[in-house]
């Protein structure tokens, strides 16, 4: 089976003035459209992801159109996969281009398949912040709990629920320690 692409893709555009953990004056500027995802799941799933960053002091902006002048280079673009063959990527929900910085892939089927009614925005919420963390971090590290966790247990899902997975003291270092080092935020 091929894949199918979403016809709509998810723009992250990046800003910051200073990358230092404690420093909380930084913002991940955020362009997607509503048809990257259902709506019903793409709206309170960006507020968990929003959430999740607020905690470590990283705003994420929504925002449903770019202004002013803006180049490709400046953004993480997001694409929506509906339908992935089981030997693309297997076992995972999506994925980061980390090193190269600004690509991420949803595999949307596989959300769904992980996820109840209930509980697929929570879900999404924490994939998105999982693989944003990613191309902040510039790494493909993943931590032994927390949002960052490889692979989110039957435990770690009915926490999504009641509240959002953090991240690690490590995890925070390795975000700040990225955006420090991107040009994508207009760091040195």
Not at 30 to 40: G, R
Not at 64 to 87: A, C, H, N, Q, T
Not at 133 to 146: D, E, F, K, S, V
Not at 165 to 170: D, G, I, N, Q, Y
Request: proline content about 5%; aromatic content about 10%; charged content about 25%.
């Amino acid at each position: 089976m091929s894949l199918k692409l979403m016809e709509a893709v998810m723009l992250i555009g990046m800003t910051a003035r200073a990358a230092e953990p404690g420093n909380h004056d930084l913002t991940v500027k955020v362009f997607w459209s509503p048809a990257c995802a259902d709506l019903f799941d793409a709206i309170p799933a960006k507020a968990v992801a929003t959430r999740i960053f607020n905690n470590i002091g990283v705003h994420l902006e929504w925002i449903r159109r770019p202004k002013g002048k803006s180049r490709l280079e400046d953004f993480i673009v997001i694409e929506m996969i509906y339908e992935s063959r089981p030997d693309f990527h297997p076992g995972a929900m999506a994925f980061a281009y980390e090193f190269e910085g600004r690509h991420i892939s949803i595999l949307y089927d596989r959300v769904k398949a992980a996820s109840t009614r209930q509980n697929r925005a929570d879900v999404l919420g924490h994939v998105l912040a999982h693989e944003i963390a990613h191309l902040l971090q510039r790494t493909n590290y993943h931590a032994a709990a927390g949002v960052m966790k490889k692979e989110w247990d039957h435990q770690d899902y009915r926490r999504m629920c009641v509240r959002p997975l953090s991240f690690t003291p490590f995890d925070v270092q390795l975000i700040y320690g990225g955006l420090r080092k991107t040009e994508i935020c207009g760091n040195p």
